[in-house]
């Protein structure tokens, strides 16, 4: 439980920070964010799978575009929830990472 909370302040604060991004209030973080939980689990693998050549390719970096995909997808489900676009989706699934881990680290440290 604790995972998810955290995940959705992640998302909150990413909507903040990236234009492309919006949330209609802390409710539709909570449920974005475990329906993104559902999607990488059992959408992200299968992209992954597909991708693989291009994930060689580029030596890894195409995952951060397939996770863009996820997020971008993921907005067409959860009313309230919005993305506006790939690279809107490319750039919150940047940031939403660095933003998780922090938020992690910061709670680990207490």
């Known amino acids: 439980m604790g995972w998810w909370l955290t995940h959705a302040v992640a998302l909150v604060i990413t909507a903040s920070?990236?234009?492309g991004i919006r949330l209609s209030g802390f409710w539709a973080a909570l449920l974005a964010?475990?329906?993104?939980?559902l999607?990488?689990?059992?959408?992200r693998p299968i992209l992954?799978?597909?991708?693989?050549?291009?994930?060689?390719?580029?030596?890894g970096l195409f995952t951060l575009v397939v996770n863009g995909l996820v997020l971008w997808m993921t907005s067409w489900f959860v009313?309230?929830?919005t993305v506006t676009g790939v690279w809107a989706?490319?750039?919150g699934a940047l940031v939403l990472s660095l933003?998780?881990?922090g938020l992690r680290w910061l709670l680990a440290q207490r």
């Open 17 to 19: 920070l990236v234009g």
């Open 33 to 37: 964010s475990a329906v993104l939980g």
């Open 39 to 43: 999607a990488n689990v059992w959408v």
């Open 48 to 59: 992954l799978l597909f991708t693989l050549p291009l994930n060689l390719a580029t030596l």
């Open 79 to 81: 009313a309230g929830f």
């Open 89 to 91: 989706g490319i750039w």
């Open 99 to 101: 933003v998780s881990w």
